[in-house]
């Protein structure tokens, strides 16, 4: 049976869990390694995992990625590659999660440094625990068992995108898993 990572909130002790990648309809499966995909486009799924914050609202994807590893050899994920392709082809990289905590704050004036005049700090509404915490992290993964996380995208979702996930090897043999472009909308 494949064990999931769940990620509990500390602050409210409300849990966020992914279920099993086959049990998406945006996934696809090569060589028994499946991943499944799902964009957190609207208010609700945003809820779900971030709480109050919705990262859309600043410009930030976020896109849940799960990977279950039916084969009977562990997997490196430690050099994912991962892109956001929208239907008209423009290719989006993955935003590192301390980088989106650093996106999407207001704009600073500019001051000269140990300047007398008292300004204002503003909170960056994307510096918050869920943005790193729930971030796909898993370097290896042991035969028969998932992971999951979220990759950040500075885009809007569009319909006809995809998710393209490359960089898996065989931790034994270092062969490359086929890539993976998974269609984005559901069926």
């Not at 869990?17 to 090569?30: D, H, I, L, R, W």
């Amino acid at each position: 049976m494949a064990a999931a990572v769940t990620f509990a909130d500390k602050k409210t002790d409300s849990k966020f869990s992914a279920g099993p990648a086959s049990s998406y309809s945006t996934k696809q499966t090569n060589d028994k390694v499946t991943v499944a995909a799902v964009v957190y486009d609207s208010e609700e799924l945003a809820h779900t995992a971030f709480g109050k914050l919705n990262p859309n609202q600043h410009g930030i994807l976020p896109v849940l990625v799960i990977i279950q590893n039916d084969t009977d050899q562990a997997l490196k994920l430690d050099h994912l590659t991962v892109e956001y392709t929208s239907a008209d082809n423009r290719h989006v990289d993955a935003v590192p999660p301390y980088d989106v905590q650093t996106l999407g704050g207001a704009p600073r004036p500019s001051m000269p440094s140990g300047s007398p005049i008292p300004h204002k700090k503003y909170k960056n509404p994307l510096n918050v625990w869920e943005i790193e915490g729930r971030a796909f992290g898993a370097k290896m993964l042991p035969a028969h068992e998932s992971a999951n996380g979220f990759f950040y995208f500075e885009t809007t979702h569009r319909r006809g995108a995809k998710f393209y996930l490359t960089g898996i090897k065989e931790a034994a043999t270092g062969k490359d898993i086929f890539f993976f472009e998974v269609p984005l909308d559901k069926n």
